[in-house]
């Protein structure tokens, strides 16, 4: 299924399930996370989260949606950005990645993501986008779930509003080999040939299979 990005307030989405960006003590934070324990009843969501009691960096955790128009909250708990060197791209990846199975394994069909740990984490957000939009389009080969990727803000939309540009180039600058790689039939005795003309494309293919729900400048 195809990723879809729209400018919206996660906690109003109908999905059946809606991404919390949680921090590991699952209680009720400020941005996002504060916005989805008050739509959702900030005691009964709290309660909830207490009878867990905690998600390590990169796991996920789901509770009931309670208030909120999406049937549950899957809690996903993203990286502090320390400038690069502390794993914080696989803890962010596997923050999506433990998102996704979550949905999954519970037989979800549906599921909104916000921009993990580009708030108050401070994970530079292009970079947390390109990541986001690279694992969850990993995973979306192989699993059949209709996911949402929900900007909010105005810093935030004006990026989506440059991803035909400048996301392509960080694709390609960081993605592409790995992901075309990984597609090619390895019994192919042209792989070292055919793999370069794919990966010029890669990109353009990537960002083709994404839906872009706001209007572009």
């Known amino acids: 299924m195809p990723l879809t990005i729209i400018r919206n307030d996660i906690s109003k989405m109908e999905t059946d399930a809606i991404v919390n960006a949680a921090n590991a003590q699952l209680v009720e934070g400020g941005g996002v996370c504060g916005a989805i324990f008050d739509k959702a009843g900030s005691q009964q969501m709290a309660e909830a989260c207490a009878k867990i009691g905690g998600c390590p960096v990169g796991g996920a955790v789901i509770t009931p949606g309670f208030n909120l128009k999406a049937k549950y909250v899957i809690h996903a708990v993203g990286p502090i950005w320390q400038g690069g060197n502390q794993d914080e791209e696989k803890l962010l990846r596997s923050a999506y990645r433990s998102s996704l199975e979550l949905a999954s394994a519970n037989k979800l069909k549906s599921v909104a993501f916000p921009l993990i740990s580009a708030g108050i984490y401070h994970y530079p957000r292009q970079e947390a986008l390109a990541i986001a939009l690279d694992e969850i389009q990993r995973y979306l080969m192989d699993h059949e779930l209709d996911v949402t990727m929900v900007l909010y ?10 991803l035909q540009k400048d996301l392509k180039s ?6 592409v080999e790995e992901h ?3 597609r090619l039939p390895q019994e192919s005795e042209d792989l070292p040939m055919a793999a370069p003309a794919m990966m010029r494309q890669g990109s353009d293919e ?3 299979e994404i839906k ?3 209007p572009m400048k």
């Open 206 to 208: 990537i960002l083709q």
């Open 170 to 175: 960080y694709i390609d600058d960081h993605y």
């Open 153 to 162: 803000g105005h810093s935030t939309a004006e990026l989506g509003y440059k």
């Open 180 to 182: 075309y790689y990984r």
């Open 212 to 214: 872009i729900d706001f």
